[in-house]
């Protein structure tokens, strides 16, 4: 099945560590493309946040990591801040939809 | 600094068309693909189409095959949508991206209402 599971939302106090799931399959993910993270800010688009499953772009804090295995990733923020609540999406390549799959986005809320 | 700006949204009646075009500037354009995204109102992103670098390879989603056409001038450095047979579903913000092994830029939208 062509899709990106991302659990709709995730939540943490200022400080505390949260990691956001991204759940793929074997022409996805497991087809050992690459995993994007993307962060949208509320009425802003989308911005790179980890690109090549776990590399931070310049000026990307290294509060953020990425990480993959097998068919699914993980995009790790530690140390919370009040400026990190966005949604936040996955992004893969899929061979069986020759075509881009975002995951459905996760909202993060800082308590 | 990639600079990506999106033009040519705007309420367009279902059955009809509408053309967004995407002026890229800040890199060499004819080096990279591109992709159009788009956002349904409170609604995740959606891959809708992209194009390589020279325009010879287009790919399409599902729900926009055969309604929707990608092009670009790379003399203009520009992309291009044309969408036709639109529906209520197309309603959305849509996206130009430069694509790349190292993840995407994003210009900022421009917002299509499909509305009768």
């Known amino acids: 099945q062509s899709v990106l599971t991302q659990p709709p939302s995730v939540s943490g106090a200022p400080g505390q560590r949260v990691t956001i799931s991204c759940t793929g399959s074997s022409s996805n993910i497991g087809a050992n493309y690459d995993v994007h993270w993307y962060q949208q800010l509320p009425g802003t688009a989308p911005h790179l946040l980890i690109y090549?499953?776990?590399n931070r772009p310049s000026g990307v804090p290294d509060r953020f990591s990425g990480s993959k295995s097998g068919t699914s990733a993980s995009l790790a923020i530690t140390g919370l801040q009040a400026e990190d609540e966005a949604d936040y999406y996955c992004q893969s390549y899929d061979s069986s939809l020759n075509g881009w799959l975002f995951g459905g986005g996760t909202k993060l809320t800082v308590l | 600094e990639v600079q990506l700006v999106e033009s040519g949204g705007g309420v367009v009646r279902p059955g009809g068309s509408l053309r967004l075009s995407c002026a890229a500037s800040?890199?060499?354009?004819?080096?990279?693909?591109m992709s159009w995204v788009r956002q349904a109102p409170g609604k995740g992103l959606e891959w809708v189409s992209d194009?390589?670098?020279?325009?010879?390879?287009?790919k399409y989603a599902d729900s926009v095959k055969g309604r929707f056409t990608v092009s670009r001038d790379n003399a203009k450095d520009s992309l291009y949508l044309q969408m036709n047979s639109l529906r209520a579903e197309d309603t959305a913000l849509y996206y130009c991206?430069?694509?790349?092994?190292?993840?995407?830029?994003w210009g900022q939208g421009t917002l299509v209402t499909v509305s009768s």
């Open positions: 090549g499953n776990n």
């Open positions: 194009i390589n670098w020279n325009g010879y390879i287009t």
């Open positions: 800040g890199f060499a354009f004819d080096d990279y693909g």
């Open positions: 991206a430069r694509d790349g092994s190292y993840g995407w830029d």
